[in-house]
């Protein structure tokens, strides 16, 4: 093949390419791009047909939602509204972040003696736990508020904790504990030659190289804790509903305030997306390590 | 540096049995290089030292005190492993200075102490400049002498270890092998030291072991056991190119051997007669290096086999060929490498019978040793 | 006709720290049916030059003339090489003679003629009794042997092996070295070998080809390479124990020029020839090279020189004894097939022939010759 041709072939396979990322991105992007466009847009703009793609934007949706807007009541008072975002994004921090934290405390030794001990049933029992997220919660969801209501759990951030923990600790398990089992068996024997207990060498040792492991295994927790649903919904009140739950609130009787639920789906995005920027540098240290000989 | 004692010891992998009934000695601060291919045990042996495998059977003493109960941390052994094992998020002053810090040392060193001993082992190791390395940054040399430096910082009265040249470039390779001697001098510790590399076995071993497939097939000095080894699987074990092995019978009245497989005979002294006489067998495997037979251009009274030369090669320092003697062939190396072999140049061998080692057919046993 | 010609080829990468220089101004040829080794340690350029060869890297810049045409744009396949990694990359899900079969039938090669080439090339490297194994089960060896026979089997004109042996059991090691020379001369295929295991180098190849620092230092036969190297990293990287280095200062004693080592008392006298040499360059230093093979413990002629030294290291190699001596701070390794009788901390007089010093430029490092 000449090398006009050649060049001509690289050119038109490198512009497919990006043609296909294109479109590829473009598809998977578009939900995000719409609900981040109907949270700024006005409400007859929102519901126009055909839809808008050039138009006005506003930032009143995000006031609102964050209770900046003043109402007159029919006394005459002018008052803030209430943010059922901030009260969302409180109850969504205390209830994921006690849950991935106390999950990270059980599942992290259980995943390091799922690694290195040989226990009878060792494997029944990390299938077990894996199985927790087999079950979709649809169906447990009667039986434990049923159960809950008995034993007077029903509505406190505990219940909710204690419910997360089969979300997250399934996840934090079953991924710490195959990094754990990529650390050579040998790197701990030199420490038990150096004069090191089992506790030192799992917080000196096995903790800090699997930690590219036990980021990823925290950042999916906390994705899946956050984003659910179901269990907040009907678990709890109002009171103690994260953020997910809260976003309903804006269905009113009244009128659907499109904008706002479109707002508060890109505030409860937020955090989650603060969060994978700050993990992902130890998602990617944890790869470079090449201290054992290869 | 106490004296190692082994009884009966054996560990197994469930069916496989890694070491296999052991029971040797290993002398107050004596070098002791094992020498065993991949498989043989070798690791399995440091470890079960250590304490880190717990054999079936067996009972182990370090000057005579039973040490099966107790564990890894109060028996003040020291381990390098063939992979090194660095902590790899630790700097190297921190892998070195590590085992100084632990419960078991009982906090005797200060922050100052510790500095001052780092310092002093790096610059022997010559790593003193690679203090604040992390492990991935360092070449498989520099991080076999921070792993020595490791096992080296708390002075132990047992220093194992396992394979530690195995995975260095082949140049560096044969100069840290000279370094050991240097660095031998300067522990003063018992050692013990594996590998499947005969020139370290045999270089650096006060005594040495041959150990296969979990047993010992011999223990003694290097050049015992290269000069007398007990059986064919030693004699194979050490030296390149590998010992010639071949049957032979023994014509007691011409004082000659025959080899079947090359067709040839050769005269032999009336003095290694008398031995096989005493012996009793008339048919033996005859082992010779191949440096050990001379060969000529022209036949003559001590070149007397014909043989066609194979392709010579320069190897190291050697010239090696093989050389065909009907259906046999020997391996043949010479220390001139400057010689003008041709390929199919025809050769009359001679063979040393001062180096001719002898074999019991049967049971492929040294008939020296049975003396 | 597959002779392979580099002219002056360079191999760039861009990094965040610049421009790296991977291959730089090489001029290479490999004679058609030749087999030559390419041999320098691990970063030299050497698997970049072999890639470049093969067609998975491109060249930055000069010309690969394969067979006399320009061939720098030409597809592997185009080029018809055939490639040997360190770690054979067969399809395991695939036995033996399924591994071997695939290229072919995907060129479209009519069964009866797949069979019998099979059997040619299994015959050849000696694995007809695995052919029916899963690639899983067989040893280092053995799945180097499938992997030659893989790429054997296309009839290829150029064959490029990158370090093949590095991972199979030491007692196959020659075997397979044997294995690939035999191919060479069946049938035919120009050949580049790459390690930097010289001994492996020496074994497969009278054409040897030694880089370093992304150059190419010298091509030569083991002999020439080894008695005239061009420059002090070839010395001392070829023959082992490795070439003795003692920097030196050139000063006048009775009349004799000699070369007196620094920081000890050791005095090494040159050829006359040599000498000139050193006076025409106006050096006072230079970098002395002696090989520990070139030393010995016996007078061997009248006209060699000597020198004397402390025995501090006696290492009885088996076949052969490698000594380390000290004279002062200076300490140099000799190497002979004897184990008479040498003690630690005893003093011993050695004897060169002054035709085996190497002298070194102190700033170039290259050789000085006449």
């Not at chain 2, 700097?91 to 510790?114: C, D, E, G």
């Not at chain 2, 390929?343 to 001062?354: A, I, K, P, S, V």
């Not at chain 3, 059997?119 to 067989?138: P, R």
């Amino acid at each position: 093949m000449n090398k006009r041709k050649k060049v001509g072939k690289n050119i038109f396979v490198n512009l497919l390419s990006y043609i296909v990322l294109i479109v590829s991105f473009s598809f998977l992007l578009f939900p995000v791009y719409w609900i981040f466009t109907m949270a700024i847009k006005t409400n007859p703009d929102i519901l126009s047909y055909p839809p808008k793609f050039f138009f006005q934007p506003t930032i009143k949706g995000f006031q609102y939602i964050l209770g900046l807007t003043k109402t007159v009541g029919a006394t005459g008072v002018s008052a803030g509204v209430e943010s059922f975002f901030l009260l969302g994004i409180k109850n969504s921090i205390i209830v994921v972040v006690i849950s991935v934290l106390m999950s990270l405390a059980i599942g992290l030794p259980a995943a390091y003696v799922l690694a290195r001990y040989d226990i009878k049933g060792k494997e029944n029992i990390a299938f077990t736990i894996l199985s927790f997220r087999f079950a979709p919660p649809l169906l447990v969801i009667i039986p434990l508020y049923l159960l809950f209501t008995k034993i007077g759990l029903y509505n406190s951030y505990f219940s909710l904790i204690w419910v997360y923990q089969l979300i997250a600790l399934p996840m934090i398990v079953w991924i710490v504990r195959g990094y754990m089992e990529e650390i050579p068996i040998e790197v701990e024997q030199a420490a038990i030659v150096d004069g090191y207990s089992k506790i030192w060498i799992f917080f000196r040792i096995a903790l800090p190289l699997a930690k590219a492991g036990i980021a990823a295994g925290t950042l999916l927790a906390f994705i899946y804790c956050w984003n659910n649903f179901i269990f907040g919904m009907i678990l709890a009140t109002v009171k103690i509903q994260p953020v997910t739950v809260q976003a309903m609130r804006y269905l009113t009787p009244d009128a659907i305030m499109f904008r706002e639920v479109a707002a508060i789906c890109i505030g409860a995005a937020l955090p989650l997306l603060i969060l994978s920027i700050f993990l992902q540098r130890y998602l990617i240290s944890g790869l470079s390590m090449g201290a054992i000989r290869r | 540096m106490p004296r190692i004692s082994l009884e009966n010891v054996t560990k197994k992998f469930k069916e496989l049995v890694a070491l296999n009934n052991l029971s040797f000695e290993i002398k107050d601060g004596e070098f002791f290089v094992i020498l065993g291919p991949s498989g043989a045990g070798k690791t399995t042996f440091l470890k079960v030292i250590a304490g880190l495998e717990i054999p079936e059977n067996g009972k182990i003493y370090f000057d005579g005190n039973l040490i099966n109960h107790v564990a890894t941390p109060n028996r003040d052994v020291a381990l390098t492993f063939e992979n090194y094992s660095l902590y790899p998020h630790f700097t190297v002053f921190n892998n070195i200075a590590t085992p100084l810090k632990s419960s078991v040392q009982k906090n005797k060193y200060n922050k100052k102490q510790i500095q001052e001993k780092v310092d002093k082992l790096t610059k022997m190791l010559s790593i003193n400049h690679l203090l604040n390395r992390l492990p991935s940054e360092l070449s498989g040399g520099q991080k076999q002498r921070v792993a020595l430096g490791r096992a080296l910082i708390k002075e132990p009265q047992v220093l194992l270890l396992d394979e530690p040249l195995a995975h260095v470039d082949a140049k560096i390779r044969n100069q840290l092998r000279t370094e050991f001697h240097f660095l031998k001098e300067k522990f003063r510790t018992t050692t013990i030291y594996t590998t499947h590399d005969y020139k370290e076995a045999i270089s650096l071993g006060d005594r040495m072991m041959v150990l296969n497939k979990g047993g010992i097939e011999q223990i003694g000095i290097p050049e015992i056991i290269y000069n007398f080894p007990k059986n064919t699987k030693v004699a194979l074990a050490v030296g390149w190119p590998e010992i010639n092995l071949f049957d032979c019978t023994v014509d007691f009245e011409n004082s000659q051997l025959y080899c079947p497989k090359g067709d040839f005979v050769f005269n032999i002294s009336s003095n290694v007669l008398k031995h096989l006489k005493i012996y009793g067998k008339s048919e033996y495997i005859v082992g010779i290096r191949p440096h050990y037979i001379g060969f000529s251009d022209k036949p003559s009274d001590t070149y007397s086999v014909k043989a066609i030369c194979g392709t010579p090669e320069v190897l190291d320092n050697q010239l090696v060929f093989f050389a065909k003697v009907k259906n046999l062939d020997l391996n043949i190396s010479t220390h001139d490498p400057d010689l003008s072999l041709k390929y199919e140049q025809e050769l009359w061998l001679g063979f040393d019978d001062q180096s001719l080692i002898f074999f019991d057919k049967e049971t492929n046993e040294n008939i020296k040793l049975k003396e | 006709m597959a002779s392979v010609s580099l002219k002056n080829v360079y191999k760039y990468y861009e990094s965040k720290k610049g421009r790296v220089e991977a291959v730089k101004n090489l001029n290479l040829d490999i004679k058609d049916k030749e087999i030559m080794s390419l041999l320098g340690p691990s970063g030299c350029g050497k698997t970049s030059t072999l890639r470049m060869i093969a067609g998975i890297e491109d060249i930055s810049k000069g010309a690969l003339y394969i067979g006399g045409i320009l061939s720098n744009d030409l597809t592997p396949s185009e080029r018809n090489i055939a490639l040997a990694f360190e770690d054979y990359a067969l399809y395991f899900h695939l036995t033996v003679k399924e591994n071997i079969a695939l290229c072919l039938q995907a060129k479209k090669i009519k069964p009866n003629i797949i069979v019998k080439k099979i059997k040619e090339v299994s015959e050849m490297l000696g694995i007809e009794d695995i052919l029916d194994l899963k690639t899983t089960a067989l040893s280092g060896g053995q799945q180097q042997r499938v992997s030659l026979a893989r790429a054997l089997v296309r009839d290829p004109s150029i064959f490029l092996l990158d370090e093949p042996i590095s991972h199979i059991e030491t007692e196959k090691r020659y075997q397979i070295l044997a294995e690939i020379k035999k191919i060479n001369l069946e049938f035919g295929s120009t050949m580049l070998y790459v390690t930097h295991n010289q001994t492996e180098a020496v074994a497969v190849s009278k054409k040897i080809g030694i880089m370093n620092f992304a150059e190419l230092q010298q091509v030569g036969t083991r002999d020439e390479i080894y008695n005239n190297p061009i420059n002090l990293f070839v010395a001392n990287f070829v023959g082992e124990p490795p070439m003795n280095i003692m920097k030196c200062k050139i000063i006048s004693e009775e009349d004799v020029i000699i070369l007196k080592v620094e920081n000890c008392s050791l005095k090494f006298i040159p050829e006359v020839k040599i000498v000139k040499k050193l006076h025409e360059l106006n050096l006072k230093e230079a970098i002395l090279g002696l090989r520990p093979q070139n030393i010995y413990i016996r007078r061997l002629s009248n006209k060699q020189k000597s020198v004397k030294g402390i025995i501090e290291v006696i290492e009885f190699l088996g076949e052969d004894v490698n000594l380390v001596l000290r004279s002062g701070d200076q300490k140099f390794s000799v190497y002979c097939s004897t184990d008479a009788g040498f003690k630690k901390d005893k003093e011993m007089e050695l004897f060169y022939d002054q035709h085996r010093l190497h002298l070194f430029h102190p700033k170039t490092e290259k050789v000085i010759s006449i």
